[in-house]
């Protein structure tokens, strides 16, 4: 069964102090791997689409990158407005190739 | 840039009622999807559609349905509504209908049930 599991749950940095978060994987094949941002109430912003293993996306103060396993998420220097939930979702190879495979998310909290 | 509109933002229903949620796609975006998010739950995809017809199914209620109108804006109807039903709804859109198209979401519809 196709599967998505993001560590940590929740992370909480000081503003400047560098992380990563983490996205695992297991599907039939890949097809592409997403990012989302998402405030509480609010749907998901879209930040980056991965669709090969070594691939690199960068906006800002994120990166993005990939593997044949996992994906990871890299914040630089995060600051407050960074705090949000970062969504992790996978589209797989094979029945119901249109949707996206959630994981349940890291809840990032940046504190001044 | 215009986003995915969805309309009502907020809804409160009485258990067994019937709702509607729709969703209006970025301009020119012609595939739509529907995903339920419970509370401190990730989405959860429940149907899409592309080009007016349906396209993938996923674990979308039999009381639920949707379609896809010729403008491209897309109503998932609810009935015999339950508690279980409260989540926040939100409605993607895509172009193209290919699998790794970008899904760009909705502000998203809060349904309550009492």
């Known amino acids: 069964e196709d599967q998505v599991t993001q560590s940590p749950e929740a992370l909480r940095l000081q503003e400047g102090e560098s992380s990563s978060l983490n996205c695992s994987y297991t599907v039939s094949g890949l097809r592409g791997l997403f990012w989302y941002r998402q405030d509480p109430g609010k749907g998901p912003e879209f930040l980056f689409t991965?669709?090969?293993a070594g691939e690199e996306k960068e906006k800002e103060r994120l990166k993005a990158t990939l593997t044949k396993k996992e994906s990871f998420l890299h914040i630089t220097a995060p600051k407050p407005e960074d705090s949000a939930t970062y969504l992790c979702a996978v589209q797989a190879f094979g029945g119901g190739y249109n949707k996206l495979i959630f994981g349940a998310g890291t809840r990032l909290a940046v504190h001044p | 840039a215009a986003g995915v509109i969805q309309s009502p933002r907020h809804l409160i229903k009485e258990k067994r009622e019937t709702a509607t949620l729709k969703c209006y796609p970025i301009p020119r975006h012609d595939t739509v999807y529907w995903y339920q998010q419970g509370p401190g739950q990730d989405p959860q995809f429940l149907i899409s559609f592309y080009e007016k017809m349906q396209s993938d199914k996923g674990s979308i209620p039999d009381r639920f349905s949707a379609q896809q109108f010729s403008d491209y804006h897309s109503e998932l109807n609810m009935s015999s509504l339950e508690l279980g039903d409260s989540a926040l709804y939100f409605c993607?859109?895509?172009?193209?209908?290919?699998?790794?198209?970008?899904?760009?979401f909705g502000p998203g519809t809060r349904l309550t049930v009492l």
């Open positions: 993607a859109s895509s172009f193209g209908g290919r699998s790794t198209d970008t899904q760009y």
């Open positions: 991965l669709y090969s």
